[in-house]
């Protein structure tokens, strides 16, 4: 049996790594285009997503302690960008008002990892 491509572990994961690297130290030599921060993005919405329909408890248990923990880092790593600098290249792949999505979409990083 295979674990899904898009598991909530693999999301958490991924998040992880995108929280790693927007913070100041990062020294990942990888190329990470900007069309990676979008789906990344992508990523941490559809998690929002999974964890709205989690039993409330679950939210409040440790999945929930954990992405606290990770947005907590990710608000640390970025900067409030109200203008929507990012928006040409960074768009949600839903169609909505913004205000709809969640706050990650209207942060931009301190270090921009595309620009390295």
Do not use: C, H
């Amino acid at each position: 049996m295979t674990v899904p491509v898009y598991s909530v572990a693999d999301r958490f994961a991924s998040w992880e790594r995108v929280v790693r690297r927007m913070e100041p130290g990062w020294d990942g030599d990888d190329f990470y285009p900007i069309s990676a921060y979008s789906n990344d993005l992508d990523s941490r919405e559809a998690l929002d997503q999974v964890m709205r329909v989690l039993p409330e408890r679950v939210g409040e248990d440790r999945l929930g302690q954990l992405l606290a923990r990770l947005d907590a880092r990710f608000r640390a790593a970025t900067l409030p960008d109200p203008e929507r600098s990012l928006r040409p290249w960074v768009r949600p792949t839903a169609e909505g008002p913004d205000d709809e999505f969640g706050e990650w979409w209207g942060r931009k990083p301190l270090r921009i990892p595309w620009a390295d």
